[in-house]
C-alpha cells in the first residue's frame, strides 16, 4: 500500500522513535520487518494520521523486548541508549503478507537533534523535545571527488543489473550530500563512524571523508 509523505508540521516535542542497530540518511531508504505490538501500534497511527517517526542509532541494548517480561532485552545489565541525532522517517509502503508482521519501506526526511526521551508503559520511546537540523545546502562535488562519483554511477549500474536497486529516485550526482550519503549507505563503515558522518552538517567535507576511505581501500 502507498501512502502520502507525513505533515511537514510534525510535533517533534512527542515524536515517536524508533531505536535501530543502523543509520537512516535524509533521502535514505530504511526496510523494516515489524512485529512487536508497539511499532505494530506506531505504523497503524503513522498511516492513520499521515505522520512520521525518528529513527535513532542506538549506542547501547537491543532492538526487540523480551515480551514474555514486557521490557527491553537487558534492561538493568544493558540499557537502552542511542545517539541524540537522527532522522525523520516516513512511510513510502506497507504490506501485511503475514498475520501480525508488517513490511515497511520508508524514506529519510530531515535530520533531528534529541534534548532528551522517555519510555512509555508500551515500550515505545518519545522524544521530550526534539530540533530540526538544517538540510544539507545543494553543492557540487569538488573536482577532486569526480572519482567518487564515477565509482558510485557504476556501483549503481551493477546493482541495477542485479535487480537491486538501492537508492530512491531521483539519483543526484551533481550533489555533494547526496553522494556522500549514498556511499554511507553501502560502504562496510563502522556504525558509529556512520553515524558521524550522517550528523555532520557540511557536505562537501563528508564527501571528503568518504573520497579519503574510497581511495585507502583502492575503490577509486
Known amino acids: 500500500m502507498n501512502t502520502s509523505p507525513p505533515a511537514p508540521d510534525l510535533p517533534l516535542h512527542a515524536l515517536p522513535l524508533f531505536p535501530l542497530g543502523t543509520v537512516l540518511f535524509p533521502d535514505g531508504v530504511l526496510a523494516l520487518k515489524v512485529f512487536e505490538a508497539r511499532y505494530l501500534d506506531l505504523m497503524g497511527w503513522c498511516l492513520r494520521e499521515g505522520r512520521g517517526f525518528g529513527v535513532v542509532t542506538l549506542i547501547q541494548g537491543g532492538e526487540v523486548r523480551d515480551e514474555g517480561r514486557g521490557e527491553a532485552r537487558g534492561k538493568g545489565r544493558d540499557p537502552v541508549r542511542f545517539e541524540a541525532v537522527g532522522c525523520l522517517a516516513s512511510i513510502a509502503e506497507c504490506d501485511a503478507d503475514q498475520p501480525g508482521i508488517l513490511m515497511v519501506r520508508c524514506h529519510g526526511g530531515r535530520r533531528f537533534e534529541l534534548d532528551g526521551a522517555s519510555q512509555r508503559p508500551d515500550g515505545l520511546w518519545v522524544a521530550a523535545r526534539a530540533t530540526l537540523l538544517s538540510a544539507d545546502e545543494p553543492a557540487a562535488p569538488l573536482p577532486e571527488h569526480a572519482g567518487a562519483v564515477a565509482a558510485l554511477q557504476r556501483a549503481?549500474?551493477?546493482?541495477?543489473?542485479?535487480?537491486?536497486?538501492?537508492f530512491k529516485l531521483p539519483l543526484r550526482y551533481d550533489d555533494a550530500g547526496w553522494v556522500a550519503n549514498r556511499w554511507c549507505e553501502i560502504l562496510p563503515i563502522p556504525l558509529a563512524t556512520r553515524h558521524k558522518l550522517m550528523a555532520l552538517q557540511d557536505p562537501v567535507a563528508r564527501l571528503g571523508l568518504v573520497d579519503g576511505f574510497l581511495r585507502r581501500h583502492k575503490i577509486v
Open 156 to 166: 549503481v549500474i551493477a546493482l541495477d543489473e542485479r535487480g537491486d536497486a538501492p
